[in-house]
C-alpha cells in the first residue's frame, strides 16, 4: 500500500512585513562657492532658498501643501515627493524660468559641455573660465575677474577706436581701491582676438598683500604685454606700457610696493589640455587659501609657494574639473 503524503502546507502568516519602496538618493550636486549654510551635508539649498520652493511647490500642489516650517524636514518632505535624483530638478517648481536660472546661477557649481561627455579633458573655451571665476565674485566681496580676454588686449580695434578689453586698456588701481577690491584675477589667451586660441595663462593681483604673480602653467616666456623688465624702455614703440610694469607704477602712488611672481623655472603642466584649469586653479587657490587637495586655509606664502617651488600634475586639474563644474 502506498504511503500517502501527510505534509501539510504550512499556513502563510498574515501579518508578513511589507516591504516599502526604496527611497532613492539625492546625488549631491557641486555646489558654488557662494553656499555658506545649506540646509544638510547632501544639499546646496540654504533656508531661504528652500523656502522658495516650497512656496512654488505649494502653488501647484494645494492638495498636498507642506505646512512645515523647519528647512531640513521640508528638504526631506520636498525630496520624498519629487521624483528627482539631483535637487537642480526641484527647481521645475518655480514658474518663473529668470528666477530658476538666477538661483541656479547662484547655488550650483556651473555644468559642463556636453562635448566633455566625449572627451573629458576638452579644451576649456572662455566661457566656462569665466561660469566658474565670477561666481567667487559672488562669495568673495573683495574679488573681481577681469576677463578672459586675448594677450592683444591692449590693441585698438580700426573700426571704433576701442581697445579689445578696455577694462585692461584704461586699468586704473584707484578704481579698484575706492570699490574696496583688495584682489583681482585675470585671464589671458596667448592667442591675438582674430586668432583661435592657443594656451591660458594667469595674473593675481592681491593689493591687501602687495603682491602681483604672473602664472603659466607651461612655463612659456612671459609675454611683453604682460612684463618687460626694465618697463616701458625695452617695449615696442607706440604702445601701452606693458601691464604688470603699470601696476607697479600706479601701487607707488598708494604707497604700495608690488613684489612681483612668476612661476619661470617651474613648470607644472606636462599634457596640452590643462591650461585652463590650471587658470581657474590658481585664481581661486590665490583668492581662498583652500585647495581640494590641502586641509584648511593656507598662508598667503604658502599659497605662493604652492605655485612658486612646487608642482601640481595635470592629473590633479582632471579631478578639479569634478569639483569646479557639475555634470
Not at 58 to 79: F, G, M, T, V, Y
Not at 235 to 245: A, H, I, Y
Not at 290 to 298: Q, Y
Request: charged share 30%.
Amino acid at each position: 500500500m502506498a504511503r500517502t503524503n501527510t505534509r501539510t502546507r504550512r499556513k502563510r502568516r498574515t501579518n508578513q512585513r511589507v516591504r516599502l519602496p526604496i527611497r532613492s538618493k539625492t546625488h549631491r550636486l557641486n555646489c558654488s562657492p557662494a553656499i555658506k549654510n545649506s540646509v544638510s551635508t547632501e544639499s546646496c539649498f540654504t533656508p531661504e532658498i528652500l523656502m522658495k520652493i516650497k512656496d512654488n511647490y505649494n502653488k501647484r500642489h494645494h492638495s498636498s501643501a507642506i505646512q512645515e516650517n523647519d528647512p531640513k524636514k521640508i528638504w526631506h518632505l520636498l525630496r520624498e515627493r519629487l521624483s528627482c535624483e539631483r535637487e537642480d530638478c526641484w527647481l521645475k517648481e518655480i514658474g518663473s524660468s529668470a528666477l530658476r536660472q538666477q538661483i541656479k546661477s547662484y547655488v550650483f557649481a556651473p555644468t559642463h559641455p556636453p562635448e566633455w561627455n566625449k572627451n573629458p579633458d576638452e579644451w576649456l573655451s572662455n566661457f566656462d573660465i569665466k561660469d566658474v571665476a565670477k561666481q567667487y565674485e559672488t562669495s568673495n566681496p573683495e574679488f573681481k575677474l577681469i576677463g578672459p580676454t586675448t594677450i592683444d588686449f591692449d590693441t585698438r580695434l580700426p573700426e571704433n577706436g576701442k581697445c579689445v578689453l578696455e577694462d585692461l586698456c584704461t586699468f586704473s588701481l584707484d578704481k579698484f581701491i575706492n570699490a574696496k577690491k583688495t584682489k583681482i584675477g585675470m585671464v589671458f589667451n596667448l592667442d591675438k582676438h582674430y586668432q583661435s586660441g592657443s594656451h591660458w595663462v594667469s595674473l593675481f593681483v592681491d593689493i591687501e598683500n602687495h603682491f602681483l604673480f604672473y602664472f603659466d602653467s607651461a612655463d612659456n616666456d612671459i609675454p611683453p604685454e604682460i612684463w618687460v623688465k626694465n618697463g616701458a624702455s625695452k617695449n615696442k614703440k607706440g604702445s601701452q606700457t606693458p601691464l604688470v610694469n603699470r601696476l607697479i607704477e600706479q601701487g607707488k602712488a598708494h604707497d604700495i610696493d608690488f613684489d612681483f611672481y612668476t612661476n619661470e623655472g617651474n613648470q607644472h603642466q606636462k599634457s596640452n589640455t590643462e591650461c585652463g584649469m590650471y587658470s581657474i586653479f590658481f585664481i581661486t587657490t590665490l583668492l581662498t587659501g583652500k585647495t581640494p587637495f590641502t586641509k584648511g586655509v593656507m598662508s598667503v606664502p604658502s599659497r605662493i609657494n604652492l605655485f612658486l617651488k612646487k608642482k601640481i600634475p595635470d592629473k590633479y586639474m582632471l579631478e578639479c574639473r569634478k569639483i569646479f563644474f557639475n555634470d
